[in-house]
DNA sequence: CTGAAAGCGCTAACAG
DNA sequence: CTGTTAGCGCTTTCAG
């Protein structure tokens, strides 16, 4: 790069015949050629470049002139690198969960938070351990995480928090971990919702379908606890029917649970749409009709769940909003809240 | 802000005054402290953190123990300024399908082979114009990118090409671009082995439901061209029951038009599970049951696609694969295909 | 309001 | 096999 080169635009392609992974990025214009253009210094091409007040209207407008002449575009390693700061975000999830609509609709509602703030999600899947997730903090990547943990004694919670990171937990109570802030949805307040809607149609007898299981903290818990409490404040009686696991073929066990006894439940809520979708086929295979002789209400308003026969009665899991808000409390830490619960809604259809 | 802001060389021009910003992170134990403690250069720290080959065996231990021994973690900002190559390559889609299953299981695919090659994926959601795509590699945060276009001539992947971003473009054939590599499915492979499977139990009247406008180079067209071939060499007759979206109903739209008349066909492939649920709904409309009346053969496998009642046999789209081998071709350009097309295998299930 | 100087922590060239 | 030297491009600090 020579001195006197008199066209400093035009990056020199770069030569590799190397083995290695990747190619170097050719050389690029730096704010060192646009102060020397501009007849400025490089300080005041990065005041401009941050938008800072104390420069004159007239100097702001030759920089930005010449910044758009040469092409320039800030080095956004240079800067981290000087300001100990990135403007980048970890997501963290559990490997096994990345392909899940789940991490599909925090890392959506994630990205668009932070492209707002000019930020961008870095995506870690991480094992059991959970530690690969810090390595990119500690190596100075990104300056924050937004995790999704594996249970609630997930050790990335703490192994972040550990080594600094500032970190929100999304949607599951993380065990008392000082350090951290957390999103959730308001599973409680949406399950609570989705009884008294059985209950305003008129269902005194009602039946729960549920994980077995429960553990505090989670949204599953949160679910069943809104559903009791709803139960008991309507004066109904709630029969619980757990089951081993998330899956539709659970959710059909435990509505054929419900559905075979005497004083069958009138109405069901099942805790998942999946679980919802084994309990509807639990009642077809019994002979019964939805909504007539029994009304089924879900959770999470999966996509598909409004193409079933019946179409299905759910609340919204508001996954998107959580992803936009644990972003925002990163950025945003003065925010008032450490805690923050998304409202759920429901969503009435042919199964109620 | 606005996304029609027309200042693409400055970033976020003057409302930093909020700036929503980390705090810097405090200072941590650098590649010197290693080399003082160790009595060697910082050079042969760096060497050594590479396994370079050239460092005798005795070294290696001390400055491992060393590093070990005072917590050290490369900082990667400094390592990317330094080198012009970073470890992280991007993930470009359209914002509308961020949140889309088509995206997550990309997404798995191309974190899991990043992840293998210690690299990691900035996710990105781009707009119409694709131009924020290109900003993260001319700032050098990334090395590369991975792109799931918005359409065939999805103007990202232009931008990319042209700033000179290694680029493979995943599951469309985009237009003749040179400069980038492609990996698709085997769409039409897929669709073949449907239609083989439909002919095979003995159906002759075969009938296509899918969205009309054929585009080539599309997974639709790919899809469509597959399930003709495969029709035409099998000497069966194929209706094509043209649609207009990718929906639910508009399956059930097509299946009506194919089965309400006579001679209707005795064999349906529905490009999607998702057109293919529609024909489902269609044929029970009609009074139609499947398959004994009619088989039904879809595509994606879809999670609840194995749900229905029946059971939807379909062909797997393999997107975890595709994600995968976009990071591969990317990070392993000397391999040799421009091109690479994973398999598509046929799931038989009760629908057939 | 702007400039000069000094590094951030690392890797790359070249010596030995 | 290992050390020395010289920056990568930016932001910061301190002077004016």
Chains 1, 2 share one sequence.
């Not at 809607?197 to 005194?204: A, E, I, K, M, V």
């Not at 009602?206 to 994980?211: D, E, I, Q």
């Not at 209400?297 to 026969?309: A, I, L, P």
Request: net charge positive; aromatic share 4%.
């Amino acid at each position: 790069m020579s001195a006197t080169d008199p066209t400093p635009v035009v990056p020199r392609a770069g030569q590799d015949a190397e083995g290695a992974a990747l190619r170097r990025a050719p050389a690029r214009v730096t704010s060192r050629d646009v102060a020397r253009a501009a007849g400025v210094s490089q300080n005041t091409v990065s005041l401009v470049l941050k938008g800072s007040t104390r420069i004159s209207a007239a100097t702001q407008a030759r920089v930005h002139a010449v910044m758009e002449r040469l092409g320039y575009e800030p080095n956004a390693m240079a800067a981290a690198l000087r300001s100990r700061t990135t403007r980048a975000l970890l997501f963290v999830a559990p490997r096994a969960a990345v392909h899940s609509h789940v991490t599909a609709e925090l890392v959506a509602g994630a990205t668009d938070e932070a492209a707002e703030h000019d930020y961008c999600i870095v995506v870690r899947p991480v094992g059991p351990h959970g530690t690969e997730a810090v390595e990119l903090y500690r190596r100075q990547f990104v300056s924050g995480a937004v995790v999704l943990p594996a249970s609630v004694d997930d050790p990335a919670v703490g192994a972040l928090v550990g080594a600094g990171c500032p970190t929100v937990v999304m949607l599951t109570t993380s065990a008392a971990c000082p350090g951290h802030r957390t999103v959730v949805a308001d599973d409680a307040g949406g399950a609570v919702q989705a009884v008294s809607h059985l209950l305003s149609r008129g269902h005194r007898r009602l039946g729960l379908v549920a994980p077995r299981g429960l553990v505090e903290g989670t949204i599953s818990a949160s679910r069943i606890r809104g559903a009791q409490q709803a139960a008991l404040q309507g004066g109904a009686q709630l029969e619980e029917a757990w089951v081993d696991d998330w899956g539709v073929r659970d959710g059909s066990a435990g509505g054929a649970r419900l559905l075979q006894r005497q004083g069958r439940p009138t109405g069901i809520f099942a805790i998942s749409d999946a679980l919802a979708l084994g309990v509807l086929a639990a009642a077809g295979a019994a002979g019964l009709r939805v909504p007539g002789d029994v009304a089924v209400v879900g959770f999470d308003n999966r996509e598909w769940s409004q193409y079933w026969n019946p179409p299905l009665t759910t609340v919204e899991f508001p996954l998107r909003s959580v992803g936009r808000a644990a972003v925002r409390r990163l950025l945003c830490p003065e925010e008032p809240p450490e805690w923050e619960r998304v409202p759920a809604r429901l969503i009435v259809r042919g199964s109620s």
